[in-house]
């Protein structure tokens, strides 16, 4: 039976086209609040806040309860929905695309990766979906704001499918939607701007004009404000210019501006002026903490529709920790990604790398900030060839170079007018207590060094003690006499440190001491329990010591549970930690930090693969509080958060000797990189680790690290760097297992290479290794690998033999991971063998334990091997929801394999008709 969860408008159930009674009001809040989550177990307290908010009835489990029970009385006659309890709360199991919420937002994405004329299409048929207001009359706090966010959402939708369909010409299908929105939206000037446009398109000039000065009237009225430049250029040029067809999604990788943004006219206008005339590159220099980030970002927001192809954003991180600075060729890849170019397809060499970035920009109008640059020498590489994208730049350094050389404009910006600061502390402190101290303001002020960053620390202080005197403030300032070297200029009154120091002053003795030790801590975020390790405190302690740094400025919760410095703060930190904390506290603090990170990562790593052969590490030192990760999931999130952070530990551990950490850190990060498609990554880790691995003069460690990189050049199909390490690997390690472990690494690329024969025979190798060892795991993966290669050598008999073998040999010692993978292949010799029925049967069992395992990437591989099955028996229905669920799991991922199986479905889609006997 077929079914639909319809909540885009009333709530409602359709089993094989008729409605079904799913309840009142609050059991509809129920279905909706199990709906947004399909598949996925939500907690009974989450569903209870969603359904009542803070204000749940007594005995409310017992009511909800009630209401679960009548929802699986409701969708019984569904078979293929059920709602039981999971992980102490309760899943409802539905294909999710019978959700019209999570069909939309499918539609939406495929249509963003699409071609113009399909993408028109697929918006309009998400758009399709909305019947109404979501959830129609139902309310509680969340659905209120759940509303709001898809509504918004769907407002988003129409202004995408409108410029896709201007840019074919079709302004007339949409023209009278578009007044229809700009009823609901008459200040949006995105929305404004595409009304104009398509009345130009149409010829209907006069009209167009009417319309922008209608919208700039509003404008003026209602926000005292002009029409944006984006939207003025709209109107002023010819609609055969404006036409466009770009063939990728378009990036908006802006940071948030501030809300306390204040002043600075003179440069937004002269920022205005160099895009009125299509100035490429801008640089803005000036001292550290004078605000050249938050004027270029918040410029950027405001001029961000002139850019209709995007807007890329890199933080260089030029003046942070010594060998911190981006490197240009990391900074290539990033924005590569950015750009749409999955990372196993970006060259490796920086040349290369610049080459296939400027022809991705050629033509497009994209702006690129460049944040915290350190020299013109990282820049330059990150430069477009042509002048239609505009680059701006900000630095501490002049970038004299990138003046005289590619013809920048400079923007020196200098320190806040009076106006501007008195501004600034206003937005903090409000107009009364400002007019209640005017004099004490100015001295604030001055005492500041009219320094953004100095003033809004300062401001925090004020804040923080509103009955703190504000000349007794200025008075401790004036009185500072140190600074921040690097703001250095032999004038106290511009001292960054002078400010920070005082906030420092007046914090507790423990948010003092671990504002000190996060000062060793390479970021760019931390968590509480890392600053537990680090400090060597409870939790508890932890999360207090970095609320009261947040409460002044010192840090900030960038995230739930997540804290980062702004960069000079750090630098103070970094200073102070030198400077205060005796040597062999300086030690201890980092063995626990690197403790903390490695113990976590060891059992991350062994979560994201059960049976991979463990590595022995030392106890963690005492005070070390290794973050607890529960399953496949906790594990992928953790090392998503810190590979930023393990990344940039590792040469700060081989600084300081800690070796061992070194190359058994990059061994944690592995399978998390492979996965993710960031193999270039886990060459540079390895690279540390063979370096650590020389000076401890460890065979195992040298071996570890060789074999990480063969198994990475694999992936990027450089066979001869991967012969050469694996070869390495293979004459230090030693170990019988680790030898066995070698000959699996060079089938696999034999297997890449097509080299099946020789594949089967390193295969072969392998597994009589790990049978003489008694080493029965890697007995029964080796023996699925060499019926794997059986197969792809047409032995299918023989393949089905060993694999058979092999999932005996797993059942029998527990491993759940090895049955998957058998399973998996299993049903690839019966696909191949032609019995396509039993190969579905053999993928569907693999994919029960992978679910069971979490393991997610996995999943993804055998359902879309799982298509092939289906559509050798004509089910194409049946490979299309394969391939979906594919598609869902390896976009959470953003895995590169992801680009592959959206190819097959819309291959699928369009050949869909034409194949017989199909039972869709």
């Not at 809004?456 to 003690?465: C, D, E, I």
């Not at 190798?765 to 790990?770: G, Q």
């Not at 229905?877 to 799991?889: I, P, V």
């Not at 976009?891 to 291959?907: G, K």
């Amino acid at each position: 039976m077929s079914v639909e969860f319809r909540v885009l408008g009333d709530v409602e159930v359709r089993i094989d086209g008729q409605s079904v009674d799913a309840g009142r009001a609050r059991q509809l809040c129920v279905l909706v609040a199990l709906l947004h989550d399909v598949r996925q177990p939500i907690p009974v307290e989450r569903i209870l806040s969603r359904v009542w908010g803070d204000d749940p009835p007594n005995r409310g489990k017992n009511v909800l309860y009630g209401y679960l029970s009548r929802l699986r009385r409701a969708l019984a006659a569904a078979g293929d929905v059920t709602v039981a309890r999971q992980h102490a709360g309760y899943v409802l199991t539905a294909d999710p695309m019978a959700v019209d919420l999570h069909r939309f937002r499918e539609l939406v994405a495929e249509a963003r990766t699409a071609d113009d004329e399909q993408a028109v299409l697929l918006f309009n048929r998400a758009l399709a979906l909305w019947r109404g207001r979501p959830f129609g009359g139902l309310s509680t706090p969340w659905l209120d704001e759940l509303r709001a966010t898809l509504e918004s959402e769907r407002f988003a939708v129409v202004l995408d499918r409108n410029e896709v369909a201007l840019r074919l010409g079709r302004q007339d299908d949409v023209l009278g939607e578009m007044f229809r929105e700009t009823t609901a939206h008459p200040l949006d000037e995105r929305l404004a701007g595409q009304v104009i446009l398509a009345l130009h398109k149409s010829g209907r000039h006069a009209d167009a004009d009417r319309h922008y000065a209608e919208l700039s009237r509003r404008l003026a009225d209602e926000l005292g404000v002009d029409p944006s430049p984006a939207v003025r250029e709209q109107h002023e040029q010819s609609p055969a210019a404006l036409k466009r067809r770009p063939d990728m999604p378009v990036p908006r990788q802006l940071p948030a501006h501030s809300p306390f943004f204040v002043g600075r006219d003179g440069e937004l206008e002269v920022l205005d002026d160099l895009l009125r005339r299509h100035r490429p590159f801008v640089a803005i220099s000036g001292a550290a903490g004078v605000g050249k980030t938050t004027l270029a970002v918040h410029w950027a927001h405001r001029v961000q529709e002139s850019f209709p192809d995007g807007q890329l954003y890199v933080n260089l991180r030029g003046f942070e920790h010594a060998g911190a600075a981006v490197s240009p060729a990391e900074a290539l890849r990033t924005l590569l990604t950015m750009l749409g170019v999955p990372p196993d397809r970006a060259p490796s060499d920086i040349d290369a790398m610049a080459a296939t970035y400027r022809s991705i920009l050629n033509s497009r109008r994209l702006l690129i900030l460049l944040d915290n640059a350190r020299d013109v020498q990282q820049v330059r590489p990150l430069l477009p060839g042509d002048g239609v994208s505009m680059v701006v730049v900000t630095s501490r350094n002049h970038l004299a170079g990138l003046v005289a050389g590619e013809g920048a404009h400079l923007i020196t910006l200098r320190h806040m007018d009076l106006r501007e600061a008195r501004a600034l502390l206003e937005q903090h402190l409000g107009r009364d207590r400002m007019e209640a101290e005017t004099q004490a303001v100015d001295e604030l002020i001055a005492g500041a060094g009219f320094l953004p960053l100095a003033l809004a620390v300062l401001a925090a202080r004020a804040s923080l003690n509103p009955t703190f005197s504000l000349k007794a403030l200025a008075g401790e300032l004036d009185s500072q006499q140190s600074r921040l070297d690097t703001l250095d200029d032999d004038d106290p009154k511009t001292s960054v440190r002078a400010a920070i120091s005082l906030s420092c002053r007046h914090l507790g003795p423990t948010a003092a001491q671990v504002f000190r030790l996060l000062g060793l801590h390479p970021g760019p975020g931390v968590t509480a329990a890392a600053t537990a390790s680090l400090a060597g405190l409870s939790g508890k302690e932890a999360e207090d010591a970095l609320d009261e740094l947040a409460r002044v400025h010192l840090t900030e919760e960038h995230r739930p549970g997540r804290f980062a410095f702004h960069d000079l703060v750090r630098v103070y930190a970094a200073e102070r930690f030198r400077l205060e904390v005796p040597a062999p506290a300086r030690n201890d603090a980092l063995r626990r930090l690197l403790d903390h990170y490695l113990h976590t990562a060891v059992s991350g790593a062994l979560l994201l693969r059960p049976m991979r052969d463990h590595i022995d590490v030392d106890d963690a030192a005492p005070g070390t509080c290794p973050e607890p990760l529960s399953d496949y999931q906790a594990a992928w999130r953790w090392f998503e958060d810190e590979i930023a952070a393990l990344r940039r530990l590792l040469p700060l551990a081989a600084a300081e000797g800690f070796d061992q950490h070194v190359w058994q850190l990059a061994w944690t990060t592995a399978d998390f990189l492979d996965r993710q498609g960031r193999w270039h990554d886990w060459i540079e880790l390895g690279t540390y680790a063979l370096a650590a691995g020389a000076r401890l003069a460890d065979r195992r460690a040298l071996a570890s690290a060789h074999r990480g990189i063969g198994q990475a050049f694999i992936m990027l199909r450089s066979f001869p760097q991967a012969r050469a390490h694996l070869m390495a690997a293979l004459d230090l390690d030693g170990t019988r297992v680790g030898e066995a472990g070698i000959h699996r690494d060079l089938a696999l690329m034999a297997d890449t290479q097509g080299s099946f024969t020789e594949a089967l025979e390193h295969g072969q190798r392998a597994l009589e290794i790990y049978r003489d060892c008694g080493h029965l795991a890697g007995e029964a993966a080796a023996l699925n690998q060499v019926g794997w290669y059986l197969c792809q050598l047409g032995s299918h008999r023989r393949a089905l033999v060993a694999c058979e073998e092999a999932l005996v040999r797993h059942r029998g010692i527990g491993d759940w991971t090895g049955e998957a993978v058998t399973w998996d292949s299993l049903g690839f010799i019966h696909h191949n063998m032609g019995a396509n029925a039993r190969a579905i049967e053999c993928y569907e069992r693999a994919l029960a334990l992978y679910r069971e395992l979490g393991d997610v990437f996995e999943n993804a591989a055998t359902l879309t091997r799982l298509a092939d099955a289906h559509l050798a028996e004509g089910e194409t229905s049946a490979a299309r929801d394969a391939l979906r669920s594919a598609s869902a799991l390896l976009d959470n991922l953003r895995h590169p394999d992801a680009r592959a199986v959206h190819a097959r479905l819309e291959a699928l889609d369009a050949e869909d008709e034409r194949l017989p006997g199909s039972r869709a």
